[in-house]
């Protein structure tokens, strides 16, 4: 008689701690260092985010039955910022529920969640045939709790590896130069812009700078209706924008200091220069 009731009583001490864990949630322990979070379960999978030493993150529980062993879904508070085709924008400029929510700006680049009817998404940029949204809400992703398996060590070549062939002849790959970005704080006016006759005019770089309208109407058409101010309000480029096709609510960003991406070249008359734009986010 004994023995039932204490066994009753387990039963009820087990319940009641499922309970209270169910109430208050679940949260992981501290991380003991740096940790990666992954779309996907997988040491390989690209990298959504990087949490602090410290952090307690929040288990993504309807994802922990199916998560393998070694990891921990955990749930990642936003806002994201993702990229869609711009196909996939309809034209009340809403995102397809479905459609794929890309961390960058082309078809292989990682998704971290599909775009749902009721998410709050908005639009931030534009990159070519690409609309880069603010994606307000939560999403799922992966860190290792466990230790990773071991790589398989290469079978043992009893051929010894022949050295590469020594040519100290051979010229030096010079080094890279970094994209400058003009407009910024400290920037350069446009005159100071002098891209003519050098390797690098027709490379595409980084401009900031605040977008507004050439269009005035007491002032004749300038050659094109868009252009970059520096930060004393001078304008310094114009702006082509026929390569952005989503081009609906360019508007929206008049007044609002915007990076832009493109190749920099002077005007026909030589007094101006214009980017030819391929891509445009607020910054």
């Known amino acids: 008689m004994k023995t039932k009731s204490v066994l009753r009583l387990s039963s009820v001490v087990r319940g009641a701690a499922f309970l209270l864990v169910s109430a208050l949630g679940l949260q992981a322990a501290p991380l003991p260092g740096t940790t990666a979070v992954h779309t996907q379960p997988n040491d390989q999978a690209p990298t959504i985010t990087?949490?602090?030493a410290g952090t307690e993150p929040t288990v993504a529980e309807d994802?922990?039955?199916?998560?393998?062993?070694?990891?921990?879904?955990?749930?990642?508070?936003?806002?994201?910022?993702?990229c869609v085709p711009n196909k996939d924008i309809t034209k009340s400029l809403d995102v397809r529920p479905g459609a794929a929510l890309h961390l960058a700006p082309k078809e292989d680049a990682a998704v971290i969640s599909t775009a749902a009817s009721d998410d709050s998404l908005e639009i931030t940029g534009l990159h070519g045939k690409w609309t880069q949204l603010k994606l307000e809400r939560k999403v799922t992703g992966f860190i290792r709790t466990g230790p990773a398996p071991e790589p398989a060590k290469p079978a043992a070549s009893t051929a010894a590896a022949t050295p590469a062939p020594r040519n100290d002849a051979a010229p030096l790959s010079?080094?890279?130069v970094a994209p400058t970005a003009y407009g910024s704080a400290g920037g350069r006016p446009a005159s100071a812009i002098n891209?003519?006759?050098?390797?690098?005019a027709s490379l595409p770089r980084h401009f900031r700078g605040k977008f507004v309208s050439t269009r005035s109407p007491f002032k004749p058409r300038r050659p094109y209706d868009w252009a970059l101010n520096d930060d004393a309000g001078k304008r310094y480029a114009y702006l082509d924008i026929k390569s952005l096709l989503l081009t609906e609510q360019?508007?929206?960003?008049?007044g609002h200091t915007v990076v832009v991406f493109g190749a920099a070249t002077p005007t026909p008359d030589g007094k101006d220069f214009v980017i030819q734009v391929e891509s445009l986010q607020l910054q």
Do not use: K, R
């Open 195 to 200: 891209l003519a006759g050098t390797t690098a």
């Open 250 to 254: 360019i508007e929206s960003y008049i």
């Open 50 to 52: 990087v949490l602090a």
């Open 63 to 82: 994802e922990a039955a199916s998560t393998p062993d070694g990891w921990l879904a955990v749930e990642l508070p936003g806002p994201f910022e993702v």
């Open 174 to 176: 010079p080094a890279p």
